[in-house]
T-cell receptor, first 113, second 114 residues
Framework: AQSVTQLGSHVSVSEGALVLLRCNYS??????LFWYVQYPNQGLQLLLK??????LVKGINGFEAEFKKSETSFHLTKPSAHMSDAAEYFC???????????FGKGTRLSVIA | DSGVTQTPKHLITATGQRVTLRCSPR?????VYWYQQSLDQGLQFLIQ???????AKGNILERFSAQQFPDLHSELNLSSLELGDSALYFC?????????????FGQGTRLTVV
Protein backbone atom coordinates (compact mmCIF):
# COMPACT_ATOMS: atom_id res chain seq x y z
CA ALA A 1 0.00 0.00 0.00
CA GLN A 2 1.12 3.50 -0.65
CA SER A 3 1.18 6.25 1.93
CA VAL A 4 2.79 9.55 2.80
CA THR A 5 4.03 10.87 6.12
CA GLN A 6 4.26 14.57 6.75
CA LEU A 7 6.68 15.46 9.50
CA GLY A 8 5.37 18.27 11.66
CA SER A 9 1.71 19.11 11.93
CA HIS A 10 2.57 22.78 12.38
CA VAL A 11 5.49 24.80 11.04
CA SER A 12 6.05 28.45 11.84
CA VAL A 13 8.45 30.67 9.90
CA SER A 14 9.21 34.37 9.76
CA GLU A 15 8.29 36.36 6.70
CA GLY A 16 11.18 36.16 4.25
CA ALA A 17 12.58 32.96 5.73
CA LEU A 18 12.95 29.62 4.01
CA VAL A 19 9.93 27.36 4.02
CA LEU A 20 10.59 23.62 4.29
CA LEU A 21 7.70 21.18 4.62
CA ARG A 22 8.64 17.53 4.83
CA CYS A 23 7.02 14.58 3.15
CA ASN A 24 8.18 10.98 3.00
CA TYR A 25 6.41 8.39 0.92
CA SER A 26 5.99 4.68 0.95
CA UNK A 27 5.15 2.96 -2.29
CA UNK A 28 5.86 -0.44 -3.76
CA UNK A 29 5.81 0.97 -7.28
CA UNK A 30 7.16 4.23 -8.71
CA UNK A 31 4.93 6.87 -7.22
CA UNK A 32 3.35 9.98 -8.50
CA LEU A 33 3.60 12.65 -5.81
CA PHE A 34 1.69 15.85 -5.27
CA TRP A 35 1.56 18.85 -3.01
CA TYR A 36 -1.76 20.57 -2.45
CA VAL A 37 -2.53 23.73 -0.50
CA GLN A 38 -5.72 24.51 1.36
CA TYR A 39 -6.46 28.09 2.34
CA PRO A 40 -9.01 28.73 5.10
CA ASN A 41 -12.55 27.83 4.03
CA GLN A 42 -11.35 26.74 0.60
CA GLY A 43 -10.92 23.52 -1.29
CA LEU A 44 -7.54 22.04 -2.13
CA GLN A 45 -5.45 23.52 -4.90
CA LEU A 46 -2.58 21.78 -6.66
CA LEU A 47 0.83 23.35 -6.03
CA LEU A 48 2.96 20.91 -8.00
CA LYS A 49 3.29 17.29 -9.01
CA UNK A 50 5.99 14.73 -9.75
CA UNK A 51 5.21 12.13 -12.39
CA UNK A 52 8.66 10.59 -13.04
CA UNK A 53 10.00 13.33 -15.27
CA UNK A 54 12.43 15.88 -13.74
CA UNK A 55 13.19 15.23 -10.08
CA LEU A 56 13.08 18.94 -9.24
CA VAL A 57 9.57 20.15 -9.77
CA LYS A 58 8.57 23.80 -9.82
CA GLY A 59 5.07 24.80 -8.89
CA ILE A 60 2.93 27.84 -8.42
CA ASN A 61 3.59 30.71 -6.02
CA GLY A 62 7.35 30.10 -5.97
CA PHE A 63 7.19 26.62 -4.44
CA GLU A 64 9.28 23.70 -5.58
CA ALA A 65 9.89 20.12 -4.47
CA GLU A 66 12.61 17.59 -5.11
CA PHE A 67 11.96 13.89 -5.53
CA LYS A 68 14.69 11.87 -3.82
CA LYS A 69 14.24 8.17 -4.35
CA SER A 70 17.14 7.23 -2.07
CA GLU A 71 15.49 9.09 0.79
CA THR A 72 11.87 8.35 -0.27
CA SER A 73 11.22 12.03 0.19
CA PHE A 74 9.41 14.81 -1.62
CA HIS A 75 9.96 17.89 0.54
CA LEU A 76 8.35 21.21 -0.38
CA THR A 77 10.42 24.39 -0.26
CA LYS A 78 10.12 28.09 -0.92
CA PRO A 79 13.10 30.41 -0.54
CA SER A 80 11.23 33.31 1.02
CA ALA A 81 7.96 33.01 2.91
CA HIS A 82 5.17 35.49 2.37
CA MET A 83 2.26 36.17 4.66
CA SER A 84 -0.08 34.87 1.97
CA ASP A 85 1.58 31.43 2.20
CA ALA A 86 -0.12 30.76 5.54
CA ALA A 87 -2.29 27.71 4.86
CA GLU A 88 -2.52 23.94 5.28
CA TYR A 89 -0.29 21.92 2.98
CA PHE A 90 -0.92 18.32 2.01
CA CYS A 91 1.40 15.83 0.41
CA UNK A 92 -0.28 13.07 -1.58
CA UNK A 93 0.69 9.96 -3.50
CA UNK A 94 -0.92 7.91 -6.19
CA UNK A 95 0.23 4.76 -7.87
CA UNK A 96 -0.60 5.62 -11.44
CA UNK A 97 -2.78 7.81 -13.52
CA UNK A 98 -6.21 8.47 -12.11
CA UNK A 99 -6.03 6.22 -9.07
CA UNK A 100 -7.23 7.93 -5.92
CA UNK A 101 -4.88 10.24 -4.12
CA UNK A 102 -3.73 9.18 -0.67
CA PHE A 103 -3.09 12.23 1.47
CA GLY A 104 -0.84 12.89 4.39
CA LYS A 105 -2.28 14.45 7.53
CA GLY A 106 -1.23 17.93 6.50
CA THR A 107 1.11 20.60 7.81
CA ARG A 108 -0.21 23.96 8.89
CA LEU A 109 2.17 26.74 7.90
CA SER A 110 2.13 29.96 9.90
CA VAL A 111 4.07 33.00 8.71
CA ILE A 112 5.08 35.55 11.32
CA ALA A 113 5.58 39.18 10.38
CA ASP B 1 -12.42 28.75 -8.95
CA SER B 2 -11.65 25.08 -9.67
CA GLY B 3 -14.77 24.55 -11.75
CA VAL B 4 -16.07 21.89 -9.36
CA THR B 5 -19.33 22.89 -7.70
CA GLN B 6 -20.59 21.40 -4.45
CA THR B 7 -23.93 22.04 -2.84
CA PRO B 8 -24.90 22.81 -0.22
CA LYS B 9 -21.94 24.61 1.35
CA HIS B 10 -23.21 24.02 4.87
CA LEU B 11 -25.61 21.46 6.28
CA ILE B 12 -26.81 21.02 9.84
CA THR B 13 -28.88 17.98 10.63
CA ALA B 14 -29.82 15.73 13.52
CA THR B 15 -28.54 12.28 14.38
CA GLY B 16 -30.35 9.50 12.58
CA GLN B 17 -31.20 11.64 9.58
CA ARG B 18 -30.22 11.22 5.94
CA VAL B 19 -28.64 13.85 3.71
CA THR B 20 -27.52 14.11 0.10
CA LEU B 21 -24.47 16.04 -1.01
CA ARG B 22 -24.19 17.05 -4.63
CA CYS B 23 -21.20 17.57 -6.87
CA SER B 24 -20.91 18.92 -10.39
CA PRO B 25 -17.48 18.15 -11.86
CA ARG B 26 -15.50 20.37 -14.17
CA UNK B 27 -16.80 20.40 -17.70
CA UNK B 28 -15.47 17.35 -19.52
CA UNK B 29 -14.09 15.55 -16.45
CA UNK B 30 -15.27 11.96 -16.30
CA UNK B 31 -13.86 10.99 -12.92
CA VAL B 32 -15.33 12.09 -9.60
CA TYR B 33 -13.88 11.44 -6.16
CA TRP B 34 -15.34 11.95 -2.70
CA TYR B 35 -13.19 12.69 0.31
CA GLN B 36 -14.01 13.24 3.97
CA GLN B 37 -11.90 15.67 5.98
CA SER B 38 -12.03 15.60 9.77
CA LEU B 39 -9.65 16.81 12.45
CA ASP B 40 -8.82 13.36 13.74
CA GLN B 41 -8.75 11.37 10.48
CA GLY B 42 -7.43 13.95 8.04
CA LEU B 43 -8.40 13.59 4.39
CA GLN B 44 -9.87 10.17 3.77
CA PHE B 45 -10.75 8.86 0.34
CA LEU B 46 -14.29 7.54 0.22
CA ILE B 47 -15.16 6.52 -3.32
CA GLN B 48 -14.41 7.20 -6.98
CA UNK B 49 -16.60 7.06 -10.06
CA UNK B 50 -15.55 7.13 -13.65
CA UNK B 51 -18.10 7.78 -16.37
CA UNK B 52 -20.91 6.45 -14.25
CA UNK B 53 -19.15 3.34 -12.96
CA UNK B 54 -17.70 2.81 -9.51
CA UNK B 55 -13.95 2.76 -9.94
CA ALA B 56 -12.44 2.54 -6.47
CA LYS B 57 -13.65 2.34 -2.92
CA GLY B 58 -11.91 3.61 0.16
CA ASN B 59 -12.94 3.99 3.75
CA ILE B 60 -16.61 4.45 3.04
CA LEU B 61 -19.08 3.30 5.66
CA GLU B 62 -21.98 1.05 4.70
CA ARG B 63 -24.33 3.85 5.76
CA PHE B 64 -22.87 5.96 2.96
CA SER B 65 -23.48 5.49 -0.73
CA ALA B 66 -22.79 7.41 -3.89
CA GLN B 67 -23.56 7.43 -7.55
CA GLN B 68 -22.61 9.25 -10.70
CA PHE B 69 -25.37 10.15 -13.11
CA PRO B 70 -25.35 10.20 -16.94
CA ASP B 71 -24.73 13.95 -16.91
CA LEU B 72 -21.64 13.13 -14.76
CA HIS B 73 -22.77 14.91 -11.62
CA SER B 74 -22.44 12.86 -8.48
CA GLU B 75 -24.30 12.55 -5.21
CA LEU B 76 -23.09 11.25 -1.88
CA ASN B 77 -25.83 9.93 0.38
CA LEU B 78 -25.22 9.72 4.09
CA SER B 79 -27.80 7.95 6.23
CA SER B 80 -28.38 7.13 9.89
CA LEU B 81 -26.11 10.02 10.68
CA GLU B 82 -23.99 10.00 13.81
CA LEU B 83 -22.19 12.81 15.58
CA GLY B 84 -18.91 11.42 14.27
CA ASP B 85 -20.00 11.98 10.70
CA SER B 86 -19.58 15.72 11.19
CA ALA B 87 -16.85 16.68 8.75
CA LEU B 88 -15.99 18.53 5.59
CA TYR B 89 -16.87 16.50 2.51
CA PHE B 90 -14.96 17.27 -0.66
CA CYS B 91 -15.67 16.31 -4.19
CA UNK B 92 -12.90 16.34 -6.77
CA UNK B 93 -12.86 15.68 -10.47
CA UNK B 94 -10.15 14.83 -12.95
CA UNK B 95 -9.80 14.23 -16.67
CA UNK B 96 -10.14 10.84 -18.25
CA UNK B 97 -7.78 8.01 -17.31
CA UNK B 98 -4.18 8.82 -18.03
CA UNK B 99 -0.99 10.32 -16.68
CA UNK B 100 -2.50 13.75 -16.11
CA UNK B 101 -3.87 12.99 -12.69
CA UNK B 102 -4.48 16.42 -11.27
CA UNK B 103 -7.62 16.37 -9.21
CA UNK B 104 -9.60 19.60 -8.98
CA PHE B 105 -11.38 20.07 -5.69
CA GLY B 106 -14.61 21.79 -4.88
CA GLN B 107 -14.96 24.03 -1.84
CA GLY B 108 -16.57 21.29 0.16
CA THR B 109 -19.77 20.75 2.11
CA ARG B 110 -19.49 21.22 5.83
CA LEU B 111 -21.77 18.75 7.55
CA THR B 112 -22.65 19.24 11.18
CA VAL B 113 -24.61 16.50 12.92
CA VAL B 114 -26.23 17.58 16.19
Amino acid sequence: AQSVTQLGSHVSVSEGALVLLRCNYSSSVPPYLFWYVQYPNQGLQLLLKYTSAATLVKGINGFEAEFKKSETSFHLTKPSAHMSDAAEYFCAVTRSGNTPLVFGKGTRLSVIA
Amino acid sequence: DSGVTQTPKHLITATGQRVTLRCSPRSGDLSVYWYQQSLDQGLQFLIQYYNGEERAKGNILERFSAQQFPDLHSELNLSSLELGDSALYFCASSPSLGRDTEAFFGQGTRLTVV
